[in-house]
Structures are given as structure tokens and as C-alpha cells.
């Protein structure tokens, strides 16, 4: 079946340092690819996603590349802030409109002043 | 616009009882789907429903039922509860335009 692989955590970096977030994907024909973060005590929020090959997410300063070759979709981010402390999941839609998300288990990340 | 709303927020139960978990998703939205979050297993797909129907279950046990109303709240039902449904269950809404799916804030359920 359609399974996500995320680097495991926790991971600790300073202000300002460069992030690199590893995910992979197994799944069949072309399934849609996401980024969510989760912040103590709340749900889910969408980072960004990609539907379809070569598509590159980003927002908040987070980039995503939909990299089918190599079944990839690391989150990147330039310059951390303290702020973008939490879990962060990457997670995959199979079917085109499938409502069913297949997540990783989730990276803690930890900023320090 | 509202967000996805789940009430309560947290529940303590005790062993062998049952529970009802609500979700009343974005306005417009038509799809909901549930998950389980715990620390040993992640997140993992309960159940989903599009206008009252279920399209989608995931492999938990019978216990774990559902349902959507024609206003497209949805309801989550664990019966005979046990130690390890103990977990954060999160609802989704989704935009059937986008295909993005919006969370709930979770409703954290502690079985004693």
C-alpha cells in the first residue's frame, strides 16, 4: 500500500540555520503530496502541497519539489525562525480526489535563539 | 469563515463505556474524514464521508463507527472503549474545489 517516509526526529538547529526535511513516498500512479504542521496543542494546518510532478509548494519561506524520480518531497526552508518550532508531517493523497491523507510519523523541530 | 470546529475538546472516559465525538466542518464543505493521532502510531485514517455517505474506512475494529448528516456535521462513535483509544482524534474538512483539506483543533480522549 501507499506509505510516507519522514526522516526521523527530533531536530535542533539554531536561528537563522538552513532546514532540510527528508521525505519519500511509495505509492501507485501519481499521488498528490502535502506538507502540514502541527503546533503544541492544535491541529493540522497545510503547509503547502504539489499535485503533480516537477511542482514545486511553498509558502511561509517553505519549499517543496514533487521529484517523481527519486519518490522525494524534502521541506526546505532558508532561514529558520523560533516561531517555526513544531511537527511537521508529510503526507500523500493516492488517488486524484482522494480524500484519505497517509502520513509520516511526524518531525519535531526545535529552533533556539 | 469558521473553521472546522470538534467538540469537546477533552474527554476522559472509563473502560467499556462509549463515546461521541462531533465535527461540523467548514461552511460549504461536503467532505469530512477522521484520524487517530497517537505517539506509537502516528497518524492514521479512521474514516472519511461525502454528503452523508462513506466512501473510505480505514482498518480499526467495528468499534469505530460513523456517520454524516445532511448539514454535513459528522459524529465519530467508539463503544466499548480500551485503554489504547486514548489518542487525539482529528477531524477534516475538505474543499472540493482544491482538494485541500482543513483541520480541526482534535478532540483528546483519555481512557482510564
Known amino acids: 500500500g501507499d506509505s510516507v517516509t519522514q526522516m526521523e526526529g527530533p531536530v535542533t538547529l539554531s536561528e537563522e540555520a538552513f532546514l532540510t526535511i527528508n521525505c519519500t513516498y511509495t505509492?501507485?500512479?501519481?499521488?498528490?503530496l502535502f506538507w502540514y504542521v502541527q503546533y503544541p496543542g492544535e491541529g493540522l494546518q497545510l503547509l503547502l502541497k504539489?499535485?503533480?510532478?516537477?511542482d514545486k509548494g511553498s509558502n511561509k519561506g517553505f519549499e517543496a519539489t514533487y521529484r517523481k524520480e527519486t519518490t522525494s518531497f524534502h521541506l526546505e526552508k532558508g532561514s529558520v525562525q523560533v516561531s517555526d518550532s513544531a511537527v511537521y508531517f508529510c503526507?500523500?493523497?493516492?488517488?486524484?480526489?482522494?480524500?484519505?491523507?497517509?502520513f509520516g510519523q511526524g518531525t519535531r523541530l526545535t529552533i533556539n535563539p | 469563515k469558521a473553521g472546522v470546529t470538534q467538540t469537546p475538546r477533552y474527554l476522559i472516559k472509563t473502560r467499556g463505556q462509549q463515546v461521541t465525538l462531533s465535527c461540523s466542518p467548514i461552511?460549504?464543505?461536503?467532505?469530512v474524514s477522521w484520524y487517530q493521532q497517537t505517539p506509537g502510531q502516528g497518524l492514521q485514517f479512521l474514516f472519511e464521508?461525502?454528503?452523508?455517505?462513506?466512501?473510505n474506512k480505514g482498518n480499526f475494529p467495528g468499534r469505530f463507527s460513523g456517520r454524516q448528516f445532511s448539514n454535513s456535521r459528522s459524529e465519530m462513535n467508539v463503544s466499548t472503549l480500551e485503554l489504547g483509544d486514548s489518542a487525539l482524534y482529528l477531524c477534516a474538512s475538505r474543499d472540493d474545489r482544491s482538494y485541500e483539506q482543513y483541520f480541526g483543533p482534535g478532540t483528546r480522549l483519555t481512557v482510564t
Open positions: 461552511s460549504g464543505h461536503r467532505s
Open positions: 503526507a500523500l493523497s493516492g488517488l486524484k480526489g482522494a480524500q484519505k491523507l497517509v
Open positions: 504539489a499535485t503533480k510532478a516537477d
Open positions: 505509492a501507485t500512479g501519481y499521488p498528490s
Open positions: 464521508y461525502f454528503s452523508e455517505t462513506q466512501r
